[in-house]
């Protein structure tokens, strides 16, 4: 999946749900549920196998690409971002002004 093909869904979901902007894993579960309800599919009667057979297969969103695209959202749009969204580039900088102090 390329970053951008869920950027609205991504975007939505975070404006609806105020718990998801704080948690890849849970923004990650609803995009795989939309997913498989856009499919056809009812996620709740489905078995464990078949879930993880589609992840095997492709035919859900990468991990990777939800967390990168939801990173470029929060980036783009102040008022998307979560609690933990400046103490994690608070962290950043104090991280990279220690390395370079070290060098």
């Not at 939309?34 to 992840?55: C, D, R, V, W």
Request: a positive charge; glycine letters at 2%.
């Amino acid at each position: 999946m390329k970053v951008k093909k869920y950027e609205d869904k991504i975007k939505q979901l975070l404006e609806k749900n105020i718990h998801l902007r704080d948690s890849d894993m849970k923004l990650l579960s609803c995009v795989w549920y939309y997913q498989l309800k856009t499919s056809g599919l009812n996620p709740e009667s489905m078995s464990a196998m078949t879930f993880m057979q589609m992840i095997a297969d492709d035919k859900l969103a990468n991990p990777s690409s939800i967390r990168r695209c939801r990173a470029k959202v929060q980036e783009l749009n102040v008022h998307l971002r979560g609690k933990r969204y400046s103490d994690r580039k608070k962290n950043q900088t104090i991280n990279v002004i220690k390395e370079i102090k070290k060098w």
